[in-house]
């Protein structure tokens, strides 16, 4: 997936103001609560996601998570929990979490950035494409677990099957 490149900008004080013209360039639909807060809808292939970018300038980190649009059923959050453990030990950045407060699965990176030196366009694009990449990878993994009955193990293995061709 390509995503609309910016020219480079100054720094500004609040990263926020590049991830909203990242947003905008893609036409994708989002909402800036906040000064600190900016939430983005978008369809994957899989499903619909929700990211969300919270700017904590107290510490000077960005929070970023892709949330799925999934729920886990109280019964199946065990599995969810070893798929994790599991999951997270093949990610090279970030990791996926399961948000107790909806019961939903969501990728999770943060980025440091101080408001002297923040990142560029280009870490914004490479952070939202990795996390689309990811959880678009492994959604099937969370279906096959909640879904389908699978133990977490079987569930990566036939997530991991790459397919030739089309039907």
């Not at 109280?74 to 979490?97: C, E, I, T, Y």
């Not at 494409?129 to 569930?155: D, N």
């Amino acid at each position: 997936m390509t995503l609309f490149s910016l020219q480079e900008q100054p720094a500004a004080h609040n990263p926020l103001d590049i991830v909203e013209e990242i947003v905008t360039a893609n036409e994708w639909l989002f909402d800036r609560a906040n000064e600190d807060e900016l939430v983005v809808e978008l369809a994957g292939r899989w499903c619909h996601y929700r990211m969300y970018f919270v700017w904590q300038r107290e510490v000077g980190a960005l929070q970023f998570s892709c949330q799925f649009d999934m729920r886990v059923p109280d019964g199946k959050r065990g599995d969810v929990n070893d798929l994790l453990s599991l999951l997270n030990n093949r990610l090279w950045l970030g990791h996926f979490d399961l948000d107790h407060q909806q019961n939903a699965p969501l990728f999770r990176y943060t980025v440091l950035a101080r408001s002297d030196r923040l990142p560029g366009v280009e870490t914004f694009e490479d952070l939202v494409e990795i996390a689309l990449t990811e959880c678009e990878r492994f959604y099937p993994a969370f279906q096959f677990v909640v879904w389908g009955g699978k133990h977490p193990s079987e569930a990566i293995v036939a997530a991991m099957i790459d397919t030739v061709g089309q039907a």
